[in-house]
Nanobody
Framework: QVQLVESGGGLVQAGGSLRLSCKRSGRTFSSVTMAWFRRAPGKERELVGRITWNGDNTYYADSVKGRFTISRDNARTTVYLQMNSLKPEDTAVYLC????????????WGQGTQVTVSS
């Protein structure tokens, strides 16, 4: 099993920044892909971005490209989402997900952290 715990959410004004963290624990896999999703009220869950565990490949949704950055620590236990130039439409619950086999199925999920951007 894999456990994921997000932190770092909060309330920020438009134009501000936040950094979310997702700490992974439990069973260790060699090629896990990590991702951030978000779920806004009345909208479907959206993939924000993902990163391979060696950090060689990243993907970002067009809506966040150039503003958000995904990274991971050297110990490969924590993934970060640096969010800059935040907009009110970025308001959502942000969820961390993991696919332990390097794919994009993401069977493991965290509980989520709320990000609210005021105008």
């Amino acid at each position: 099993q894999v456990q994921l715990v997000e932190s770092g959410g909060g309330l920020v004004q438009a134009g501000g920044s936040l950094r979310l963290s997702c700490k992974r624990s439990g069973r260790t896999f060699s090629s896990v892909t990590m991702a951030w999703f978000r779920r806004a009220p009345g909208k479907e869950r959206e993939l924000v971005g993902r990163i391979t565990w060696n950090g060689d490949n990243t993907y970002y949704a067009d809506s966040v490209k150039g503003r958000f950055t995904i990274s991971r620590d050297n110990a490969r236990t924590t993934v970060y989402l640096q969010m800059n130039s935040l907009k009110p439409e970025d308001t959502a619950v942000y969820l961390c997900a993991a696919d332990p086999f390097g794919g994009t199925n993401f069977p493991y999920w965290g509980q989520g952290t709320q990000v609210t951007v005021s105008s």
